[in-house]
């Protein structure tokens, strides 16, 4: 079937799928067809798919009878997916040209079709930025390949992993669970054999994958999207914590067009200012107070008690960093007004 067919079927399953009975105008609406072309869409759904898909005449709009139907899944090749994940490595190596414009677009909307156990960033894939050179570790598109298929054929894999935190290499089995583009970055979340743990490993430090020939269930209540909206980022772990930011009148404008985190609630204060606050987990702390600190005085943080201390902490660091050696950035300083002037640069020349 035609991509921007399929990818206009999965958008109205999603809507029926949200339970609000959607009438054909309502999804004609939601993907931008007219109403005549949505009564074919149902019409496919229901005989070539097999949807239990009904007109719910009290309701007056379309419902599934299951709930947890889905459309089914476009099967991918292997090199379907190494294809995949080699442009989406070359994507972002180039400048933002029409011909890339054009080329990102189709990239996200092959992304959609990716199997459950692929979640790729698709609103990074939808900015030319994402494209740009960026300091990011890169992976080999033919072990996200491995990877992929290791996910979606639920086979064990060992893999030759270098950990940057303990600056050790060693080899483990692990179960894909899933593979994760967070930012740019590929991570695989996998059931570790070592630790017993559910951990993410980014794919740019496996250095090597083996075939074990054995496969594997997933864990006992696996859920994907409660996973990924633990802890912040990639960072996770530890005891839950609730962490609360004002921004100040300033920043709020920018924080209100922005989501934070899935689990974020906000509320609007005297003067402009915003409080933010949302659920995450101490070990992820860490990377809550280096985001946090971009935003310099415009945002405060108010919870939990330890982010507090580090970012305070972190900012007496910083103060003492500066103050160290002031005579290096006075030295710093002339040098650059003296580059400014006209007449120095003309002897220079």
Not at 59 to 71: E, K, M, S
Not at 224 to 246: Q, W
Request: glycine share 4%.
């Amino acid at each position: 079937m035609h991509i921007h067919a399929l990818e206009r079927l999965n958008r109205i399953c999603v809507e029926i799928q949200r339970d609000r009975c959607p009438t054909r105008a309502d999804l004609a609406r939601v993907v931008e067809r007219h109403a005549r072309t949505i009564q074919r869409d149902i019409d496919a759904l229901r005989n070539q798919f097999n949807a239990p898909l009904v007109f719910d005449r009290e309701r007056n709009g379309y419902r599934f009878t299951d709930r947890a139907w889905q459309l089914p899944q476009v099967s991918l090749s292997e090199g379907e997916l190494i294809a995949f994940f080699a442009a989406e490595r070359i994507l972002r190596r180039l400048a933002p040209t029409a011909e890339v414009r054009l080329t990102r677009q189709a990239l996200s909307k092959l992304a959609a079709l990716l199997p459950n156990e692929i979640v790729i960033d698709i609103a990074a894939l939808d900015r030319a930025i994402t494209f740009a050179p960026e300091p990011i570790l890169d992976a080999d598109p033919a072990f996200l390949q491995k990877l992929a298929s290791a996910a979606i054929h639920r086979r064990t894999l060992s893999i030759d992993y270098f950990s940057q935190h303990r600056h050790t290499r060693t080899q483990r089995d692990v179960d894909v669970l899933l593979l994760h583009n967070h930012l740019g970055e590929w991570y695989a979340v996998c059931r570790d054999h070592l630790s017993g743990e559910v951990r993410d490993f980014h794919v740019g430090r496996v250095h090597a994958i083996t075939e074990t020939r054995r496969t594997f269930r997933p864990p006992v209540g696996w859920d994907v999207d409660e996973y990924l909206k633990r802890g912040f980022g990639m960072f996770r772990g530890g005891d839950p914590v609730v962490v609360e930011i004002e921004f100040d009148s300033d920043q709020a404008r920018h924080a209100r067009e922005r989501r934070f985190h899935p689990t974020e609630q906000r509320r609007d204060l005297k003067g402009g200012r915003l409080l933010v606050s949302f659920e995450t987990t101490e070990s992820a702390l860490t990377q809550v107070a280096r985001w946090l600190m971009q935003y310099g005085s415009h945002a405060r943080a108010l919870a939990p008690e330890e982010l507090v201390d580090m970012i305070r902490e972190e900012a007496d660091a910083l103060r003492e960093l500066y103050e160290e050696r002031p005579h290096l950035a006075k030295s710093g300083a002339k040098s650059r007004v003296k580059s400014r002037n006209p007449r120095v640069q003309k002897a220079s020349g």
